[in-house]
């Protein structure tokens, strides 16, 4: 049995690349929504109904666990998956998300409990980590802003261009003028990595960039730990195993600007 990783597109590779780093003896499954990327923008219903395919999708290729690596798909469709459609498809079987793992390990960051979360307009708008860091951290107050162009600009290959700055400099300057106590900045979105450059240098020094890859890395290790009845389960063969719902050749060649060590990728496609 292996682990699935699913995202709307390329960004759940920044998170699987942390995985295969720090657990690479699992066997993976990425699969990424490539033909319907982004779902930033789509409704609550829609994003429900294409994780929940992605999920079944998932199963069926044998994975024991799924790590949902999209965060406006944790934020839309991750709650309401695992409350009313698991126990009905498949009760041994268990699917994780990446806000709860960010939002537990906020409180190690922030002195100022002044927090900014980006994200997409689906991850904004759904409040889920003001209303999770709330649950856990009551003290933390939580500001977000929405950057509906940096999904494209990565998604376009422009993220080392010119046209990323404006958009940018445009957003980081409006979360911090939200509050000038903010010394954490979560990037709440699995494409934002990519950008880290241009993000650090509109970044004062003194704030600190959470980047989830990491931190979701550490959360599996401690699940798998905690989590022996799964653990022992899964299969350690190194093998690594791409779909997609696009044509694979594009998939192909932008997963490796993704995943620089991974020397194979020969994705196959699926069709929803
Ligand atoms: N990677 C997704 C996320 O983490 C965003 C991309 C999209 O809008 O589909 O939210």
Redesign the pocket.
């Known amino acids: 049995m292996k682990i699935g990783v699913f ?3 390329y ?2 590779l920044t998170v699987l690349k942390e995985f295969l780093e720090k657990l690479p003896d699992y066997d993976y499954i990425y699969l990424g929504d490539n033909a319907r ?5 789509r409704s609550f219903e829609t994003v429900y109904t294409y994780t929940l395919q992605a999920v079944h999708k998932l199963f069926e290729l044998d994975c024991q666990l799924i790590i949902i690596a ?3 798909a944790s934020a839309k469709a991750l709650r309401t998956i695992q409350q009313n459609d698991l126990h009905r498809i498949a009760p041994n079987r268990r699917v994780l998300g990446v806000i709860r793992p960010s939002t537990e390990a906020i409180a190690d960051f922030t002195k100022s409990n002044n927090i900014g979360i980006l ?2 307009a ?2 904004i708008n759904s409040k889920s980590y003001q209303i999770e860091i709330n649950k856990l951290h009551p003290k933390i107050n939580v500001y977000q802003e929405a950057c509906p162009m940096w ?1 494209p600009i990565v998604e376009n290959n422009e993220y080392e261009g010119e046209g990323a700055n404006y958009f940018i400099k445009k957003n980081i300057d409006n979360i911090l003028n939200k509050n000038k106590e903010i010394d954490t900045i979560i990037l709440g ?3 934002y990595p990519l950008l880290i450059n241009k993000i650090k240098q509109y970044t004062p020094d003194n704030i600190k960039l959470i980047l989830q890859g990491e931190i979701v890395a550490k959360s599996l290790i401690d699940y798998l730990k905690r989590h022996p009845e799964i653990e022992t389960k899964l299969s350690k063969n190194r093998k690594r195993e791409f779909f997609t719902t696009e044509t694979t050749v594009l998939f192909d060649k932008k997963a490796k600007q993704f995943l620089k060590n991974c020397k194979k990728i020969e994705a196959k496609q699926i069709v929803f």
């Open positions: 995202d709307s597109g960004g759940g990327t982004p779902y930033g923008t999209c965060n406006t994200g997409t689906g991850t999904v979105c699995t494409h």
